[in-house]
T-cell receptor
Framework: GENVEQHPSTLSVQEGDSAVIKCTYS??????FPWYKQELGKGPQLIID?????GEKKDQRIAVTLNKTAKHFSLHITETQPEDSAVYFC????????????????FGAGTRLAVHP | DGGITQSPKYLFRKEGQNVTLSCEQN?????MYWYRQDPGQGLRLIYY???????QKGDIAEGYSVSREKKESFPLTVTSAQKNPTAFYLC???????????FGPGTRLTVT
């Protein structure tokens, strides 16, 4: 089955620096890759996603890149701010979205990002 | 005010008791999901439902049961057969034909 590995498990940066979180997946049929931000005691919030027909997507300070050949995708946060501190999760869709009824997500283990003022 | 609600936020139970967690959405989404989150781990899928009166087991369904009698509701029962029930439980939903899954605020269940 699909396996998603996420690195690093913890990341500490100074305010204003960039942060990069990387994920690899095993199922070459996966075609949807969301990123979630989870603050303490709350549910995950979808912050950006990318589909397999796109190599890069950007939304203000957040960007995601996808390398289908290498089966890895990354989250880039520029000009980090203290409010970016949270746990970030990547996910992938085994078998591809809408393929054979599969529409579930397999999550990475998460990255705890700390942005220091 | 649209969204996904889960109640209660905190739940305490004695070992050997069944407990039901509530999940309601007013987004008119067809698909609903239950995930379990343990410290230091990613979310793992327990059950999912694509339409009313239909649901499928996820990766860790043992010791859990669900029902989907209404489109807006997808309650999860944690039975006494679940060996390690203490966890943070998250409900999510998705619109038919869309990719995005949206999560509720979660219920933290503690069993002693």
């Amino acid at each position: 089955g699909e396996n998603v590995e996420q690195h690093p498990s913890t990341l500490s940066v100074q305010e204003g620096d960039s942060a990069v979180i990387k994920c690899t997946y095993s199922d070459s049929a996966s075609n949807y890759f969301p990123w979630y931000k989870q603050e303490l005691g709350k549910g995950p919030q979808l912050i950006i996603d990318i589909r397999s027909n796109v190599g890069e997507k950007k939304d203000q300070r957040i960007a995601v890149t996808l390398n289908k050949t290498a089966k890895h995708f990354s989250l880039h946060i520029t000009e980090t701010q203290p409010e970016d501190s949270a746990v970030y999760f990547c996910a992938a869709t085994p078998g591809g979205m809408f393929s054979g009824g599969y529409n579930k997500l397999i999550f990475g283990a998460g990255t705890r990002l700390a942005v220091h003022p | 005010d649209g969204g996904i609600t889960q109640s209660p936020k905190y739940l305490f139970r004695k070992e050997g008791q069944n407990v039901t967690l509530s999940c309601e959405q007013n987004l008119n989404h067809d698909a609903m999901y239950w995930y379990r989150q343990d410290p230091g781990q990613g979310l793992r899928l327990i059950y999912y439902s694509q339409i009313v009166n239909d649901f499928q087991k996820g990766d860790i369904a043992e010791g859990y049961s669900v029902s989907r009698e209404k489109k807006e509701s997808f309650p999860l029962t944690v039975t006494s057969a679940q060996k390690n029930p203490t966890a943070f439980y998250l409900c999510a939903s998705r619109s038919q034909g869309a990719y995005e899954q949206y999560f509720g605020p979660g219920t933290r269940l503690t069993v002693t």
